[in-house]
């Protein structure tokens, strides 16, 4: 019997080709994703990784993505390797354009570093969302589209706007710790099938 689709497949739903799980998509060493995590873009969801940009492995920067999130088109992560050097008299990257610029190469040590880029399970995130650095967004949360996310996101809180911001809560503090003990996306298929109903229920 099965219990949801194939979380292997490339697309979970052959008639609708425009979503695709991420983690069967991945190429990269630097980049983790967790078990039916999609991507929905019509122009190709299969080509997730380009929309994580700035991302080199010598920077050793991860970006790490968690179980069942959704994930609208036009997002970007950008990840540490945009950042330029900020304590000097000028930001510009001459050592890239090369000609003998190369000698101002910054060492690692003077550019800003903001760490891993970590997105828990169960997050939302809209169209056309910029996601920067070293970001943090907790389990359950909910992004609104457009939104320039440049602090951490707390688990189950809607954040929006350019930086985006706390809007709201999503339940209340006792129902949000319950919610990150339960830990549903960590169930196996079989009971997450069994539990559709309850998983899918309004929270009054």
Known sequence: ???????????????????????NVITRKNITVGDYTYYDDANGPENFEQHVTHHYEFLGDQLIIGKFCAIASGIEFVMNGANHRMNSITTYPFNIMGHGWEKATPELSDLPFKGDTIVGNDVWIGQS?????????????????????TKD?????????????????????????????????DWSAEKIFNQLTELTKIIK
């Open 129 to 149: 969302v910029t996601v920067m650095p070293g970001v943090k967004i907790g389990n359950g949360a909910i992004v609104a589209a457009n939104s320039v996310v």
């Open 153 to 185: 996101v707390p688990a189950y809180h809607i954040v929006g706007g350019n930086p985006a911001k706390i809007i709201k809560p999503r339940f209340s503090a006792e129902k949000i710790s319950q919610l990150e003990e339960l830990k549903w996306w």
């Open 1 to 23: 019997m099965n219990y949801g689709p194939d979380p292997k497949a490339i697309y979970p739903n052959e008639a609708i080709k425009s979503v695709c799980f991420i983690k």
